[in-house]
Each structure stands twice: as structure tokens, then as C-alpha cells.
């Protein structure tokens, strides 16, 4: 309910500090604070998409920043004790966030927890530090070569945790009896991995997981998937994008016992196999051999690993095991939640984890320009490996990189800009307080104010409201504060007015 | 638009492998959905505060999850190439976060970013791990003795960051021009510290930091205290729970000046001066003379020190310097913003950290139990420090630890618990597929959804319904899917009915 601007309310303005700029020496006075928010100084078109370059001309400077600055003396001394001359640049491999990077991680972030809050997951966090034991296998994977380890003050062999599943199953033991199965777990975390920084890829990312604890039936796994399409959906992704290709680890299993293969190398065949599109086939075989399989059952290995239908997989094994009616139930599920044309059959499939039992999948960009986008699968007996209980799961990784690749190679990455609803600025030194008083109440009816801190020029007020996308800007005037006024401009459509401080809305 | 349940509706039920619990084998068969859903078991109290304990007898094993799983056959290998038998818990000082501490922790991150977004601050975030020489300052500061560093598998010297501040001043000199000033930035982060864990405290915390850079006068100061006690009002802290003790390093400066103390050794003095309430008075006085400061001065400082009001002060000092211009500007604005009541002048309080240069404050209980709530002040020289322009700037650091422990001594925790809006559940194995199209339908109106992924008895059903707090359960039946129905049940009120699945909102 704000008083509609009145010709009889414009009381003369006598505080002119603020118009040093050359534009406002020509100002005539008297001027009254409607007058000053109407002057030849537009607001910038708001809302507009990117930053308006304008809006940046303030510079990263001290002159500026300290104007309006009175009776200041000497200032304290530049203290030797404090360190001198850094590297601007963080560590090697690690990211900042400045607000525009930042804005974009939580709005991913913000998708991640949504979806899985949508499917009735729970959040949970870790240590981003963990014991080394708890990454460690035998299995040859990549994610233990590249294990950040380090030890200590107290000479404990520490890592920053790779991944997030085996904190999730340590937590899971450690909780014991006293929580409900199932358990529909979900985080957001980062993880670090220590590789030369050959290829430009960072050493730290942040990866969504979502697991399911304590269902054995590929229901579980059917859900996961699920929620991420429904993720992929959300920010815009479509089937023509990405895919998953989809198989089940008890396809080699099988195979593997066909052939007598003691089942404790299972974990360390597959880790071989997950590198068959990195490193040349013979490369493969060799490590194969290496890990005492003959001739005979790489070749079998090899031939069942190019199979991309369950038809020709039936004929290939012969029987209907534990692998086909799995595979076949998911895909069946997949047609009853709207995703079949999300996912197909790859034996290829094997992820380079040692710890996965049974389903394995991975989100891939049709375009096969990306690494990729996530991976998951069974891991029945990560927790008991653990010295845990029995207890099936399955889970997921899903990276904050490849995702972004894939949102800009799209053109959909979000166009997110700061969003503060007010912009309140006092005309006069003595007013900061009045205009301090103006923000409180304004934020105490939830409305979010970038109060100006110092002296500054109109242009100023109007460049700085366009780069935070302010929709009003409220100043503070001498004699409309004696009124118990300020003046208001509604940056959107120009429209101005003065207003009652407590009819502020 | 729900049918209103009809008694014509009510087709038999031929599924009844969910009726195995002895509870249900005396149910009489035929039974419909509406039957099944208002039988004897009755959904516990919704809404209750506490987790209802009888929801939490499902125990984490693997016999009950492994029910209603067809045709399972031998399970795969439990792999030795895997680690055996950890320790399930966290590394010493480090915290999981189950789902429950997951929430309080969700809670207290968004009230300190919904306040921080009240008052205009951009969110940024810096790596955990930086460079040892960012936070390497030769004060004698408590952070410093506790960093958390070691060396790379690179060689490289790094750490676990201590604090926020340094991150942030690098970033800012990094963008160097091309950002306008002022930069209001805020951050949840996690720091670490090494410490011996003899009392009890954590290696590490998360800080609620807020920054501005660029504004040299002590409004800033005023809007960083007044952003803290919105926060504090908002989680329901009031002025006779807390307070801020307020000083100006310049009081010490302009003392140690009087007497000619060299300018470098005042961060020095500083970090003594802090530890005044941690150790005796004489080696407090020890540690200055070892400064090289005289008796005079050190009694002096002493002297100076316990000064509890500006008026006092003023005398003291005999002339009226930059830190009674700054302190008094400060407490005239505390009025306008309406939190005068929260602050108190009190020399004493100089902050254990070096760069600190001229206002400092921290939030203390008032019954003086705890440990400082949050801490801050302005450090004008730090960025010039590391090598970029000297521009002016201060903030604040509140960690997660003692904030909880108030809240907890207040009263005040808030009582989280699980939220999911609908649990949907299957009565036949078959209808697995049609389950999972009713969540999916809901899930795309924006519905969050708990779907039942295996065969479990109502009676289980309920009680986890209970568990979530859900406000729905969704029966699906063989006869009312045919007829494209389901049976819903309200389970705050009891009501239910059958609706066709297209119409469920």
C-alpha cells in the first residue's frame, strides 16, 4: 500500500554530496528524491540474461572503495609476522568457487537432493578424511592407485576419501541393529583422487550417491536408475542424450565358474575388463593370463563381453541363471516406470569397481564424446567383507563434471544470476543509520536488502542494483525520513513512489 | 477428485501371500483393499515428535530382507581380494552423519544461508585442502600450532584448512579488477585443526563465514553483527541468552604506539593478549616481556585491558583516536538496527587470530558456560599482505559445535524428522511393475514417494509409513488396478478411498 507518488510530497532535497559525479553537477537544486530517481540516470534493462558489462566497470579498487571515508588517520601496520606474497591460484587440481561457479554447483546440488527426496531417500555425510584401510583392496583398481593417502601428525595412515560407499557401509555396521532395513540413503560429497595432472582432470569432484541397504531383488536397482532419469529430465536431458547400458557381473561369473575360475579372482577379472576401451586388447589378455586364466576362457571371456542383447545372451549361456532373470526383471521394471528407452544391454559393462556382485550400469552421452556421466550397480557383500552382517545394497556415483561437459555441449547449462529483492542506499553520511533501520525492517518481513555501505553516487547505486538484479531500490532522503518516508523505484518497470517506512512491504 | 469409496467398488482380493504374519492368517478371505486398509492394525500416531519406537523393529537383518525373494540361488563369492574387518568408526575427531544429525545439520546450513541471502551475500566455497604457506603466519597463533598439514605424494606441503579467510583473500586477489567492490561473500565450509584429543573436542568443524570486501568503513562491521543476530533470533536465541563483547585492536595499537613498540610486533602481542582467560596472568606477562615489551607497558596494556566502557576508555586513552570514532560509530548504529541490547564495549576481547586489524568482536553465552559462539573483525591488511592491493575488509566465523551445544542447553533443538509424502506399496509380487508406475506418476506431480521394493506384510507397511511420517499409503490391489484404481489411504486421518490412478494429485 504505498503512498502514490504526490507532487505535494516532494519536499526539497539539501543533501547534494552524493552528486560529485560530472553527469549530477548539472543537476539543478533544489531536487527532491523522486526527482533524483527519475534523473537521466536509467536503471540498466533488469533481468536481462548475463551480467551487464556496465555493471562491472566499478573496479577491484582502493581508491574508490575508500572514498567517503572521513577523518581517517593513519592506518594500522602491514605486520611482517603475517605471510607474504602467495599463489593466487589454489592447489593444483582444486577448484574455487566464486559466486557465479557457485550458483551453478548448487543448483546441481539442489537437483541432486530434490530427485532424491522425491524417492524418499534420506541425506547422510561422512568424513571427507577416512582411515586408508578403508579403501584399500587387492583388486587393482584405478581408485586405489590413485588413493590420496598421506599420514599424519599422529602417523596414521589417512586418505581423502575416493568414493562414498565404503564410508556408507562402515556407518551402516556401525549402526547396527538399530536401524530399519530397508535403508534409502543418499549424499552429496566431495571425493579426491591423487593422479598426474596430465590430462587437465582435477583431483578433487563432487559425486551424488544414492544406495538402497537391505533389498535383495533388482527392484532396487530398477528404482536407482529411475531416479536418475528422473534427474536427467529435470535439468533437461533427454533419451536422444543419454543412455545406460546396463549388465549384470554374475554374466561373467558364470562364465568364470563354467570354467572352474576360483571365484576369488572375480573381483580382479573385472577390474581388468572394465579397461577394455582404454587399453589395447592384447594389453587385456595379457593381464587376463597374468591372473591364471587360460587361453581358452579369455576367449569365451571376450566372445560373451560383445554380446548386447538378453536374446543372444540366453543362447550364449545356454541356461536361464541368476544373471538373465535379474536383467530380464530390470528391464521389464524399466517399461513399467517409462524409462525402457533409457537403458539397453551391454555385456561390455563391468565397472572398475572390485566390490559389485550383481547389476552393474553406467550413464553414457550418446554422442560418445564424454567419459562416463555415472555409474553404479550390487554390492552384496561390501558389508560383510566389512566384518558386517550379510546385507545386499546398491548404489550409485554420479560426478558434478561430466554432467557439466555434457549440460554445456547441450547448450543447458542454466543461466543463473544474483537475485537480492532490494537495494537501500542513504543519500547522507548521517543517514546510514536511518538507511540501516530501512533494511532491518524490510528483512524482518523475509524481503533480502543489499544495504550500501558507503558514500556512493546515484550511477553507482543503479549499476550495482542492476548487476545484483535488484527489483526496487529504496533511498533514503533527509526529508522524507523526517516523515517517516523513503523513496522507492521499482527497477522492473520504472515505476517510483514514496512510502510510509512501516507500509514497506 | 478421489471416488468416495462405494461398497460396488469392492472387488475380492485373491492375494493373500501378504497374510502370512499370524496376525493375518485369521483374516477372512475374500477381503478388498478398503478391508485390508482399515484392518485391525491401525497406523501408529502420525506427526508424533519422537520416532515412534515400535517403527523401529524391523531389525537391520538380512533374514527379513531377504524374504520374498523367488528363485534365489547361490549368492556370489564373498571376495578375499577385498579389505577384511574395519573399525566402524569415524577417524578420531570426525563425525559421521546419519540421517537424523543430518537433518539438524541441513537446518542450521540453511538458517545461516537464508540469512546470509537476507543480506545480500553471494555464496562461494574455496578447496578443503590448500597450499601450508596460505595459512603459515609467525604470530604464535593457537591455528597455526594446530594446522592440520602433511606432505603430498607429490612432496608438496598442504593442508586441511583451518580457516576460511585466507581461502577467501587469495580468491579475491586472483580475481583482482575485473569483480566490483564491494564483494559481500558468504561460505559453509569445513575446517580442520590437529589437536591431542584430550578434551574431547573434534579435528573438525563448519564454519558459517561472512566477508565484505571493499568497504573501509564500520558500517560493515555493523551489518556483519546484525546478520548474526537475525540468525540468532530466527533459531530462537534471545539478548538474555547471548551477547557480543566488542573492542577495537586500535585501543592496543594506540597503547603500544604511546610507548613505541614497533609495529611488528603487534599481531604478536595480540595473540598473547587473547589467551588472557586460557592461561595465568603471569604467563601471560612472561610471554610479553619475551615480546620485548617493558613492565610499563605491559602493565599498562594490562590496565587498558579491563576496561568495560567506552566512557572509561575515552578517559584512559585521553584523546578520542580512530578506535573510539570507530567503537562509538559502532554501538550508534547497533541502535538503528534495533540490536544495541546485544553488545557490549570490552577491551579485553582482541581475537586469537594475527591479521586482525582493527574492530573485533565474539558472540558469548551469557551464562558462561561455553566456549565463543562465533568471532570476527576486520583485517584491512591481509590482501595486501599476500601480495594483492590493500583493500579494506572484515567478517566473521561461526562454527557448528557450540551453537548446538546452546541450543541443546536451551531447549531450543528442533525436533526434525523424516518427511516423505507418500508410501506406495504392492500386494502381489506381479504388481511390482504397476507399483512402480503409480510412484513414477506421483514422483512427476512433484509427489516424494517411499516405494516398497519388496513383499512385505501391511502390518510392516504401516510401521515404516509411521517411521517416514508419511501422510499417504497407496495399496495396489490386482482387482482395482485392472479397473485402473487404487486404494489410498490418508493416514493422519484415517479416511480412504479408491481413485483412479490418472486422477491421484
Keep these: 500500500m504505498p503512498a502514490i507518488a504526490n507532487p505535494s510530497l516532494l519536499i526539497l532535497l539539501h543533501h547534494h554530496h552524493h552528486l560529485r559525479s560530472r553527469r549530477f553537477a548539472t543537476a539543478l537544486l533544489p531536487q527532491t528524491l523522486l526527482s533524483l530517481l527519475s534523473s537521466s540516470i536509467r536503471a540498466p534493462a533488469l533481468r536481462a540474461h548475463s551480467t551487464s558489462s556496465s555493471a562491472q566497470t566499478q573496479p577491484l579498487s582502493t581508491d574508490n572503495a575508500r572514498t567517503g571515508r572521513s577523518g581517517s588517520i593513519s592506518s594500522p601496520p602491514v605486520q611482517p609476522d603475517i605471510a607474504q606474497k602467495i599463489d593466487i591460484n589454489p592447489p593444483k587440481g582444486t577448484r574455487d568457487f566464486p559466486p557465479e561457479d557457485m550458483r551453478l554447483r548448487n543448483w546441481l546440488f539442489n537437483n541432486f537432493k530434490e530427485v532424491s527426496q522425491l524417492y524418499g531417500f534420506e541425506e547422510v555425510d561422512f568424513p571427507v578424511l577416512e582411515s586408508e584401510a578403508l579403501f584399500i583392496r587387492k583388486a587393482g583398481e584405478e581408485i586405489r592407485e590413485q588413493l590420496y593417502c598421506f599420514e599424519d601428525r599422529g602417523n596414521r595412515r589417512v586418505a581423502l576419501r575416493p568414493e562414498l560407499t565404503p564410508s556408507l557401509a562402515r556407518l551402516v555396521i556401525q549402526k547396527g541393529k538399530s536401524v530399519p532395513l530397508p535403508l534409502k540413503w543418499f549424499a552429496v560429497g566431495q571425493c579426491w583422487r591423487y593422479e598426474r595432472m596430465t590430462r587437465g582432470r582435477r583431483r578433487e569432484h563432487y559425486q551424488w550417491n544414492m544406495d538402497i541397504i537391505g533389498v535383495p531383488d533388482v527392484t532396487a536397482e530398477a528404482e536407482l536408475i529411475s531416479s536418475i532419469v528422473t534427474f536427467f529430465k529435470r535439468i533437461g536431458i533427454t533419451a536422444s542424450d543419454v543412455g545406460f547400458k546396463v549388465s549384470s557381473r554374475k554374466v561373467l561369473q558364470e562364465v568364470l565358474r563354467g570354467y572352474s575360475v576360483p571365484d576369488h579372482l572375480f573381483g580382479r577379472v573385472c577390474v581388468i575388463i572394465d579397461k577394455m576401451e582404454k587399453i589395447p586388447i592384447d594389453d587385456i589378455k595379457k593381464e587376463l593370463r597374468s591372473a591364471e586364466l587360460s587361453e581358452e576362457v579369455i576367449e569365451e571371456l571376450l566372445q560373451v563381453l560383445s554380446v548386447k542383447s538378453l536374446e543372444k545372451l540366453e543362447e550364449k549361456l545356454g541356461t536361464v541363471g541368476e544373471a538373465l532373470v535379474d536383467l530380464k526383471q530390470l528391464f521389464s521394471l524399466a517399461e513399467k516406470y517409462g524409462y525402457a528407452d533409457w537403458i539397453q544391454f551391454d555385456a561390455s559393462v563391468v565397472r572398475g569397481i572390485a566390490y559389485y556382485t550383481g547389476i552393474v550400469f553406467e550413464g553414457f552421452d550418446r554422442e560418445g564424446k564424454l567419459r562416463a556421466i555415472c555409474g553404479g550397480g550390487r554390492y552384496d557383500h561390501l558389508l560383510s567383507t566389512f566384518g558386517g552382517d ?57 524481503q533480502s536488502v543489499d544495504l ?54
Excluded at 526496487?472 to 521499482?490: F, H, N, P, T, Y
Design 390 to 446: 550379510d546385507i545386499p545394497a546398491c548404489g550409485f556415483g554420479f560426478g558434478d563434471a561430466v554432467i557439466v561437459e555434457l549440460l554445456k555441449e547441450k547448450g543447458l547449462l542454466p543461466e543463473l544470476s544474483p537475485q537480492v529483492e532490494n537495494i537501500v542506499c542513504s543519500l547522507d553520511q548521517d543517514l546510514r543509520g536511518a538507511a540501516a533501520a530501512v533494511a532491518s525492517i524490510l528483512r524482518q518481513k523475509g
Design 452 to 505: 550500501v555501505l558507503e558514500n556512493k553516487p546515484l550511477k553507482w547505486v543503479f549499476k550495482r542494483a542492476a548487476r545484483i538484479n535488484a527489483q526496487r531500490l529504496i533511498l533514503v532522503g533527509s526529508a522524507e525520513w523526517q516523515k517517516g518516508m523513503v523513496g522507492v523505484k521499482i527497477l522492473t518497470s520504472g515505476e517510483q513512489y514514496e512510502v510510509k517506512v512501516d507500509e514497506l512491504e
